[in-house]
T-cell receptor, first 111, second 112 residues
Framework: NAGVTQTPKFQVLKTGQSMTLQCAQD?????MYWYRQDPGMGLRLIYY???????DKGEVPNGYNVSRLNKREFSLRLESAAPSQTSVYFC??????????FGPGTRLLVL | QKEVEQNSGPLSVPEGAIASLNCTYS??????FFWYRQYSGKSPELIMF????GDKEDGRFTAQLNKASQYVSLLIRDSQPSDSATYLC????????????FGKGTLLTVNP
């Protein structure tokens, strides 16, 4: 039982490049989330998926897109990376209204 | 805007002392409250959650909730150096079954 897994662990991009962050969970949770964490800013919700087939914007969605591929997988795409998107990205999953479990994170540096 | 406020710290306590971490929230409709611990370079992990007014104890940890004052706290008894981490308060805000709002966290340092 791996819980929540994320790939890659670390990525360096140049401004304007695109990439997709992958997230998968094996806990049969309905809800999945993408957060970014910046120094002094705490965890901020980018997008979430309450259940398979639905996605909604969070607090900071600009510059990102998501896909809920199936119940297990929820990906985050940066179409044209900007230095302001340098951050640590966490994926999480939960049953509605209950504890969110976090993946190990992806550290992204945009030059 | 729904807000969750925490003192950023750092909070420094000697080994064996009680560490007290505080959190206030703005949304009176908030239903559930969570405390996460995050070690440097790691992901957040759940310590405790609390739904009802009063105290909830789990080992060395006690969560306290006062909905009238919109205040939730975490007490760590017999603090150990291994408790040194950032503690995040999270609130399941009213009207949402899915979204947590996080505070910015309090850095706790336990000195041997």
């Amino acid at each position: 039982n791996a819980g929540v897994t994320q790939t890659p662990k670390f990525q360096v991009l140049k401004t304007g490049q695109s990439m997709t962050l992958q997230c998968a969970q094996d806990m049969n949770h309905n809800s999945m989330y993408w957060y970014r964490q910046d120094p002094g800013m705490g965890l901020r919700l980018i997008y979430y998926s309450a259940s398979e087939g639905t996605t909604d914007k969070g607090e900071v969605p600009n510059g990102y897109n998501v896909s809920r591929l199936n119940k297990r997988e929820f990906s985050l795409r940066l179409e044209s990376a900007a230095p302001s998107q340098t951050s640590v990205y966490f994926c999480a999953s939960s049953e509605q209204g209950v504890t969110q479990y976090f993946g190990p994170g992806t550290r992204l540096l945009v030059l | 805007q729904k807000e969750v406020e925490q003192n950023s710290g750092p909070l420094s306590v000697p080994e064996g002392a009680i560490a007290s971490l505080n959190c206030t929230y703005s949304d009176r409709g908030s239903q559930s409250f969570f405390w996460y611990r995050q070690y440097s370079g790691k992901s957040p992990e759940l310590i405790m959650f609390i739904y009802s007014n009063g105290d909830k104890e789990d080992g060395r940890f006690t969560a306290q909730l006062n909905k009238a004052s919109q205040y939730v706290s975490l007490l760590i008894r017999d603090s150990q150096p291994s408790d040194s981490a950032t503690y995040l308060c999270a609130v399941l805000t009213g009207g949402s079954n899915y979204k947590l709002t996080f505070g910015k966290g309090t850095l706790l340092t336990v000195n041997p």
